[in-house]
């Protein structure tokens, strides 16, 4: 069956565009996820996360920059049991890490210069944060996973299967 995705929140900063999307309630178990948009340069970056009630419509921040790491903080404290997430695309074919105590979930580093790479990292405080290898230019945008229980991440990480053209970074 098909799930149904929401935007959670969207960065266009200068030239770079990072669009995040969310499923709540997925309806069977997720090994597929195919992502069509307009361009032919794309990111994608997927992880799985159980136990996550709701996405922050308040509690968001995005920033772009060309220093590393890409760091984000949220505008207000993590209720109990909470995480932000952060999602981050560059341009090129650098590759993306944690940079403490951040988590990385998924790397997905460009297949080109102009093709960007993207990458899931989060955290149980306030702040997440990537290193990006090159320097180059970067978009994020992070929200706070409102948790039912302790939230977990699927021992797969992260999975993309598919994917047409997808959001920019030019």
Same mark, same amino acid.
């Given at each position: &069956? @098909? #799930?149904?995705?929401v935007? !959670?929140?969207t *960065?266009?900063? +200068?030239?770079e565009? !990072?669009t995040?999307?969310?499923?709540l309630?997925s309806?069977?178990a997720v090994?597929t996820?195919t *992502? @069509?948009? #307009? &361009?032919?340069?794309y $990111?994608v970056a997927?992880?799985?996360?159980? $136990?996550?009630?709701g996405?922050?419509?308040? #509690?968001t921040?995005t920033?772009?920059g060309?220093a590393? %790491?890409a760091?984000?903080t949220? +505008?207000t404290a993590?209720e109990?049991?909470n995480?932000?997430l952060m /999602?981050?695309?560059?341009? /090129? @074919?650098a590759t993306?890490?944690?940079?403490?105590? &951040?988590?990385?979930?998924?790397n997905v580093p /460009?297949? /080109?210069?102009t093709?960007?790479g993207?990458?899931?990292v989060?955290n149980t405080?306030?702040?997440?944060?990537?290193?990006?290898s090159?320097? #180059?230019v970067?978009a994020?945008?992070?929200v706070e996973?409102q948790s039912?229980?302790?939230i977990t991440?699927s %021992?797969?990480?992260?999975?993309?299967?598919?994917?047409? @053209?997808? %959001?920019?970074v030019t």
């Open positions: &069956s @098909t #799930n149904t995705y935007q !959670i929140a *960065a266009v900063l +200068n030239t565009k !990072i995040f999307w969310g499923c309630s309806k069977s090994t996820v *992502a @069509t948009f #307009n &361009s032919s340069r $990111g997927v992880s799985v996360y159980q $136990g996550v009630k996405f922050s419509a308040t #509690n921040n920033a772009t060309s590393s %790491p760091t984000l949220l +505008n993590l109990s049991g995480w932000t /999602g981050a695309v560059n341009k /090129g @074919t993306w890490s944690a940079s403490a105590p &951040s988590n990385l979930r998924d /460009g297949a /080109g210069t093709t960007p993207a990458c899931i989060d405080t306030t702040t997440a944060a990537a290193a990006e090159a320097g #180059n970067w994020a945008t992070a996973l039912a229980v302790n991440v %021992p797969t990480g992260s999975a993309i299967t598919s994917a047409t @053209t997808a %959001p920019t």
